[in-house]
């Protein structure tokens, strides 16, 4: 035999075997589950807020997963809520179960979801060996690859939550004018509810400028301490019924983030408040609303039931004093 012959049935021979193995390596079982985790939303205001989570579990292995737990170190009891099409409680290939969980967040946290399963043929447990429980999910964890125990998938999802805050309280005075209109002062008192000092203060008014700082930089560094109250105000005149809109703004300064940072950029919060002034359209109304005059009482026929038996009874009175006349009338004139 030849050198090329040799080789050529060399590489027939490795084709062949090539195919083999391929075809046992797509018959070769594989338990797996994959979970995906997600939120409403992954930042908050100070304070923190409701946050609902979201798991998307499935199955990219080719065997049936059955006893499903989805487990949240930081949000109790996940639940189900859809997916399973053939309601056969078992997590197929093609199938996407959901399932939502939610909490308050008041601070930054990191969680991590844990979904977890056993494999299974048929209408039993592939492995009698298989565990899954509502506190780790797997106890025998024996890895994705082995298809004898229970599989698991961990995703971890981080909620953020500001700990930068300002706050504004907006008050007019007066808060009524007579017709016509007057002068207003509006006062605006800021503070700041946060965990670190702001810069950058500015408070706008969308019907009143300008807004002016009065007081209450104690140190004069132009700097919304935490222990601060600051206040503003501004002065116009209302002839009719306002309602005006207060936005105070601050960002955080540069001593709380390093200073070799060059793509720093201060994280900025704002609040809002509205104050209302009336004033009445015309002399006679109060905050806009023109009073309707008061006419006197006047003298009405009342017509209806009562009326109409009333009606009756005269009419019989001069029935009965006709017939009275009548009958002594002959007789009063023969005593004559």
């Not at 908050?44 to 065997?63: D, K, M, R």
């Not at 009336?278 to 009405?300: E, F």
Request: aromatic share 6%; hydrophobic share 35%; proline share 5%.
């Amino acid at each position: 035999m030849s050198l090329r012959r040799f080789g050529a049935l060399v590489g027939a021979c490795m084709l062949v075997f090539a195919s083999v193995a391929s075809a046992f390596a797509s018959d070769e079982r594989k338990a797996e589950i994959k979970v995906e985790k997600s939120a409403t939303t992954v930042s908050l205001p100070f304070g923190g807020g409701e946050v609902t989570f979201t798991y998307a579990v499935t199955n990219p292995g080719n065997v049936d997963l059955g006893d499903i737990v989805v487990l949240d170190n930081k949000c109790d009891a996940p639940a189900y809520l859809s997916g399973d099409s053939n309601d056969d409680s078992k997590l197929q290939h093609d199938e996407i179960w959901i399932y939502l969980c939610t909490t308050d967040v008041e601070v930054t946290t990191e969680n991590v979801a844990t979904a977890a399963g056993c494999p299974i043929q048929g209408e039993a447990r592939h492995s009698e060996t298989c565990v899954t429980n509502e506190e780790t999910g797997c106890p025998s964890f024996n890895g994705p690859d082995n298809d004898q125990g229970c599989v698991k998938d961990t995703d971890k999802l981080t909620v953020e939550v500001s700990e930068f805050a300002i706050a504004v309280d907006k008050v007019a005075n007066p808060t009524a004018l007579a017709f016509g209109g007057g002068t207003v002062v509006f006062t605006y008192t800021l503070t700041n509810p946060g965990e670190h000092a702001l810069g950058d203060i500015e408070v706008t008014d969308d019907m009143c400028s300008p807004v002016a700082y009065v007081s209450g930089d104690a140190n004069v560094d132009s700097i919304l301490q935490t222990s601060e109250t600051w206040i503003f105000t501004c002065t116009k005149s209302v002839t009719v019924t306002e309602t005006n809109t207060a936005t105070a703004h601050g960002c955080q300064v540069k001593e709380d983030k390093s200073p070799s940072s060059k793509d720093w950029k201060p994280e900025c919060v704002s609040d809002t408040d509205q104050a209302t002034v009336t004033v009445p359209s015309s002399s006679g109304g109060v905050g806009g609303v023109t009073d309707a005059p008061t006419l006197p009482p006047t003298s009405t026929i009342v017509s209806g039931a009562g009326s109409s038996d009333s009606m009756t009874w005269i009419a019989m009175m001069l029935g009965l004093f006709a017939a009275v006349t009548f009958i002594l009338t002959p007789r009063l004139g023969r005593r004559r």
